[in-house]
Protein backbone atom coordinates (compact mmCIF):
# COMPACT_ATOMS: atom_id res chain seq x y z
CA UNK A 1 0.00 0.00 0.00
CA UNK A 2 0.90 3.37 -0.60
CA UNK A 3 2.00 6.28 1.73
CA UNK A 4 -0.85 8.15 0.65
CA UNK A 5 -3.06 5.93 1.14
CA UNK A 6 -1.83 4.23 4.53
CA UNK A 7 -2.11 8.31 5.71
CA UNK A 8 -5.98 8.39 4.51
CA UNK A 9 -5.99 5.21 6.74
CA UNK A 10 -5.05 6.58 9.74
CA UNK A 11 -7.14 9.50 9.44
CA UNK A 12 -10.16 7.46 9.23
CA UNK A 13 -9.12 5.35 12.37
CA UNK A 14 -8.69 8.82 14.01
CA UNK A 15 -12.23 9.21 13.64
CA UNK A 16 -12.90 7.05 16.94
CA UNK A 17 -11.35 9.59 18.81
CA UNK A 18 -14.19 12.20 18.41
CA UNK A 19 -16.68 9.51 20.29
CA UNK A 20 -14.65 7.55 22.67
CA UNK A 21 -16.15 9.39 25.57
CA UNK A 22 -12.71 11.15 27.10
CA UNK A 23 -12.22 14.17 29.33
CA UNK A 24 -11.91 16.54 27.31
CA UNK A 25 -8.07 18.42 27.22
CA UNK A 26 -7.55 21.45 29.22
CA UNK A 27 -5.94 24.69 27.92
CA UNK A 28 -6.40 22.85 24.79
CA UNK A 29 -5.55 26.40 22.83
CA UNK A 30 -2.18 26.38 24.27
CA UNK A 31 -0.89 22.84 23.52
CA UNK A 32 -2.06 23.38 20.34
CA UNK A 33 -0.45 26.06 19.75
CA UNK A 34 3.00 24.55 21.14
CA UNK A 35 2.10 21.30 18.74
CA UNK A 36 2.38 23.27 15.60
CA UNK A 37 5.02 25.29 16.32
CA UNK A 38 6.91 21.89 17.01
CA UNK A 39 6.76 21.01 14.02
CA UNK A 40 3.55 18.82 13.73
CA UNK A 41 3.91 16.29 10.68
CA UNK A 42 -0.42 15.50 10.37
CA UNK A 43 0.45 12.70 8.17
CA UNK A 44 1.65 10.15 10.96
CA UNK A 45 -0.85 9.14 13.44
CA UNK A 46 0.09 10.50 17.06
CA UNK A 47 0.44 13.61 15.61
CA UNK A 48 -2.49 13.60 14.11
CA UNK A 49 -4.67 11.78 16.95
CA UNK A 50 -3.63 14.44 19.33
CA UNK A 51 -3.93 17.34 17.38
CA UNK A 52 -7.74 16.35 16.19
CA UNK A 53 -8.08 15.50 20.45
CA UNK A 54 -6.88 19.14 20.95
CA UNK A 55 -9.01 20.88 17.82
CA UNK A 56 -11.91 18.74 19.51
CA UNK A 57 -11.57 20.07 22.98
CA UNK A 58 -10.68 23.63 22.11
CA UNK A 59 -13.64 24.03 19.04
CA UNK A 60 -16.07 21.19 19.28
CA UNK A 61 -16.33 18.52 16.98
CA UNK A 62 -17.77 19.81 14.15
CA UNK A 63 -15.03 21.67 13.44
CA UNK A 64 -12.26 18.36 14.46
CA UNK A 65 -14.50 16.63 12.22
CA UNK A 66 -14.17 19.18 9.29
CA UNK A 67 -10.22 19.50 9.48
CA UNK A 68 -9.95 15.69 9.65
CA UNK A 69 -12.07 15.15 6.55
CA UNK A 70 -9.97 18.00 4.88
CA UNK A 71 -6.71 16.13 6.14
CA UNK A 72 -7.90 12.76 4.43
CA UNK A 73 -9.41 14.68 1.03
CA UNK A 74 -5.79 16.87 0.93
CA UNK A 75 -4.49 12.81 0.72
CA UNK A 76 -7.24 11.90 -1.54
CA UNK A 77 -6.48 14.49 -3.92
CA UNK A 78 -2.18 13.95 -3.93
CA UNK A 79 -3.06 10.37 -5.06
CA UNK A 80 -4.36 8.33 -2.02
CA UNK A 81 -7.10 4.89 -3.45
CA UNK A 82 -9.69 5.81 -0.75
CA UNK A 83 -12.32 8.04 -2.01
CA UNK A 84 -14.49 10.41 0.24
CA UNK A 85 -16.89 8.35 1.04
CA UNK A 86 -14.80 5.89 2.85
CA UNK A 87 -14.47 8.64 4.95
CA UNK A 88 -17.68 10.47 5.47
CA UNK A 89 -19.37 6.71 5.92
CA UNK A 90 -17.35 6.25 8.48
CA UNK A 91 -17.77 9.56 10.28
CA UNK A 92 -21.94 8.65 9.85
CA UNK A 93 -21.35 5.04 11.21
CA UNK A 94 -19.78 6.83 14.10
CA UNK A 95 -22.83 9.66 14.59
CA UNK A 96 -25.56 6.87 14.22
CA UNK A 97 -23.86 5.32 17.30
CA UNK A 98 -23.42 8.04 19.08
CA UNK A 99 -27.12 9.37 18.73
CA UNK A 100 -28.01 5.76 19.80
CA UNK A 101 -25.96 5.89 22.80
CA UNK A 102 -27.27 9.07 24.06
CA UNK A 103 -30.36 7.23 24.12
CA UNK A 104 -31.95 9.21 21.13
CA UNK A 105 -33.50 6.19 19.43
CA UNK A 106 -35.58 8.50 16.78
CA UNK A 107 -33.00 10.46 15.86
CA UNK A 108 -30.51 7.63 14.86
CA UNK A 109 -33.22 5.97 13.09
CA UNK A 110 -33.92 8.56 10.86
CA UNK A 111 -30.55 9.65 10.33
CA UNK A 112 -29.24 5.81 10.23
CA UNK A 113 -31.65 5.23 7.24
CA UNK A 114 -31.03 8.61 5.51
CA UNK A 115 -27.30 7.14 5.63
CA UNK A 116 -28.12 3.68 4.27
CA UNK A 117 -30.19 4.96 1.53
CA UNK A 118 -27.16 7.12 0.30
CA UNK A 119 -24.99 4.26 1.26
CA UNK A 120 -26.86 2.24 -1.69
CA UNK A 121 -26.95 5.38 -3.79
CA UNK A 122 -23.56 4.78 -4.30
CA UNK A 123 -23.93 1.05 -4.74
CA UNK A 124 -26.51 0.34 -7.10
CA UNK A 125 -25.82 1.18 -11.20
CA UNK A 126 -29.11 3.19 -10.91
CA UNK A 127 -29.06 4.08 -14.60
CA UNK A 128 -29.46 0.05 -15.72
CA UNK A 129 -32.76 0.09 -14.06
CA UNK A 130 -33.67 3.52 -14.83
CA UNK A 131 -32.23 4.69 -18.51
CA UNK A 132 -33.31 8.30 -18.03
CA UNK A 133 -31.99 9.08 -14.91
CA UNK A 134 -29.98 12.11 -14.07
CA UNK A 135 -28.68 12.66 -10.71
CA UNK A 136 -28.76 16.23 -10.39
CA UNK A 137 -32.67 16.36 -10.86
CA UNK A 138 -33.76 12.62 -10.15
CA UNK A 139 -34.44 11.50 -6.67
CA UNK A 140 -34.81 7.54 -6.33
CA UNK A 141 -36.90 5.97 -3.49
CA UNK A 142 -35.55 3.92 -0.78
CA UNK A 143 -37.15 0.91 -1.03
CA UNK A 144 -36.19 0.75 -5.10
CA UNK A 145 -32.65 0.91 -4.37
CA UNK A 146 -33.03 -1.68 -1.98
CA UNK A 147 -34.87 -3.90 -4.57
CA UNK A 148 -32.68 -2.87 -7.32
CA UNK A 149 -29.46 -3.41 -5.39
CA UNK A 150 -30.85 -6.95 -4.43
CA UNK A 151 -31.62 -7.93 -7.95
CA UNK A 152 -27.93 -6.75 -8.78
CA UNK A 153 -26.81 -9.28 -5.96
CA UNK A 154 -25.60 -6.19 -4.31
CA UNK A 155 -26.80 -7.40 -1.24
CA UNK A 156 -27.57 -10.87 -0.14
CA UNK A 157 -31.70 -12.19 0.36
CA UNK A 158 -31.19 -11.86 4.19
CA UNK A 159 -29.51 -8.42 4.10
CA UNK A 160 -32.75 -7.74 1.40
CA UNK A 161 -34.90 -8.65 4.44
CA UNK A 162 -33.36 -5.82 7.14
CA UNK A 163 -32.66 -3.22 5.01
CA UNK A 164 -36.83 -3.53 4.01
CA UNK A 165 -37.13 -4.17 8.24
CA UNK A 166 -35.44 -0.71 8.87
CA UNK A 167 -37.13 1.16 6.11
CA UNK A 168 -40.83 -0.29 6.97
CA UNK A 169 -39.97 1.29 10.46
CA UNK A 170 -38.46 4.58 9.78
CA UNK A 171 -41.41 4.74 7.62
CA UNK A 172 -44.11 3.65 10.55
CA UNK A 173 -42.54 6.10 12.46
CA UNK A 174 -41.77 9.28 10.48
CA UNK A 175 -45.68 8.71 8.90
CA UNK A 176 -47.67 7.99 11.95
CA UNK A 177 -48.26 9.30 15.05
CA UNK A 178 -47.37 7.06 17.86
CA UNK A 179 -50.42 6.03 19.58
CA UNK A 180 -51.71 5.36 15.82
CA UNK A 181 -48.81 3.09 14.79
CA UNK A 182 -48.96 1.11 18.32
CA UNK A 183 -45.31 -0.18 17.96
CA UNK A 184 -43.16 -1.08 20.96
CA UNK A 185 -40.43 1.09 21.58
CA UNK A 186 -38.61 -1.67 21.55
CA UNK A 187 -39.21 -1.80 17.71
CA UNK A 188 -37.18 1.11 17.68
CA UNK A 189 -34.26 -0.02 19.38
CA UNK A 190 -33.93 -3.00 17.50
CA UNK A 191 -34.38 -0.75 13.92
CA UNK A 192 -31.31 1.33 15.06
CA UNK A 193 -29.25 -2.03 15.93
CA UNK A 194 -29.86 -2.88 12.47
CA UNK A 195 -29.08 -0.31 11.03
CA UNK A 196 -25.49 -0.21 12.90
CA UNK A 197 -25.36 -3.84 11.66
CA UNK A 198 -25.91 -2.86 8.06
CA UNK A 199 -23.91 0.16 8.06
CA UNK A 200 -21.13 -1.09 9.65
CA UNK A 201 -21.37 -4.12 6.86
CA UNK A 202 -21.27 -1.42 4.18
CA UNK A 203 -18.79 0.60 5.37
CA UNK A 204 -16.53 -2.40 5.74
CA UNK A 205 -17.43 -4.15 2.33
CA UNK A 206 -15.96 -0.80 0.69
CA UNK A 207 -12.53 -0.77 2.37
CA UNK A 208 -12.38 -4.49 1.72
CA UNK A 209 -12.09 -3.83 -1.92
CA UNK A 210 -8.72 -1.94 -1.27
CA UNK A 211 -5.90 -4.14 -1.54
CA UNK A 212 -4.02 -4.63 1.21
CA UNK A 213 -7.02 -2.92 3.50
CA UNK A 214 -8.00 -5.37 6.63
CA UNK A 215 -9.88 -3.33 9.04
CA UNK A 216 -11.80 -4.85 12.28
CA UNK A 217 -15.63 -3.83 12.45
CA UNK A 218 -15.75 -0.30 13.48
CA UNK A 219 -18.87 -0.76 15.91
CA UNK A 220 -18.34 -3.58 18.29
CA UNK A 221 -20.42 -6.06 19.80
CA UNK A 222 -22.59 -6.30 16.67
CA UNK A 223 -25.00 -9.18 16.72
CA UNK A 224 -25.04 -12.13 13.35
CA UNK A 225 -27.60 -10.92 10.77
CA UNK A 226 -29.52 -14.36 11.77
CA UNK A 227 -29.98 -13.23 15.02
CA UNK A 228 -31.67 -9.81 14.05
CA UNK A 229 -33.96 -11.90 11.92
CA UNK A 230 -34.84 -14.14 14.93
CA UNK A 231 -35.98 -11.44 16.57
CA UNK A 232 -37.57 -9.62 14.41
CA UNK A 233 -40.13 -13.02 13.59
CA UNK A 234 -40.13 -14.90 16.85
CA UNK A 235 -40.12 -12.41 19.53
CA UNK A 236 -42.44 -9.28 17.21
CA UNK A 237 -43.96 -11.34 15.21
CA UNK A 238 -43.12 -9.78 11.98
CA UNK A 239 -43.97 -12.14 8.39
CA UNK A 240 -42.03 -11.45 5.64
CA UNK A 241 -43.91 -12.18 2.35
CA UNK A 242 -41.60 -14.32 0.06
CA UNK A 243 -43.46 -12.95 -3.01
CA UNK A 244 -43.67 -9.46 -2.99
CA UNK A 245 -40.45 -9.19 -0.79
CA UNK A 246 -42.33 -7.37 2.18
CA UNK A 247 -42.76 -7.63 5.46
CA UNK A 248 -46.17 -7.70 6.90
CA UNK A 249 -46.18 -5.92 10.15
CA UNK A 250 -48.86 -7.47 13.11
CA UNK A 251 -51.74 -5.39 14.07
CA UNK A 252 -51.75 -4.23 17.38
Known sequence: MDQLT???????SVLRVLYDNRELRKNAGEQLQALEEGGLSPGKGPDLEEMIRLIHARDGRRLALSN?????????H????????HFLHSAELYEIQRLSEAQEIEAALIRGTSALEHTLEEEVDISSHWPDYD???DHTRFVKLIDWAFEDEVMTYQNLKLHHF???VRNRFAHHT????GDDFEILILA??????????HVQARFDVIEEVELQNFIKGLDPEEEYLRVIESEHGWEFKELKKRWCVPET
Open 78 to 85: AGGDLDQW
Open 68 to 76: LYETFMRYR
Open 135 to 137: PAE
Open 192 to 201: VRVVLYLMDA
Open 178 to 181: WLDR
Open 6 to 12: NWQLEAV
Open 166 to 168: VRT
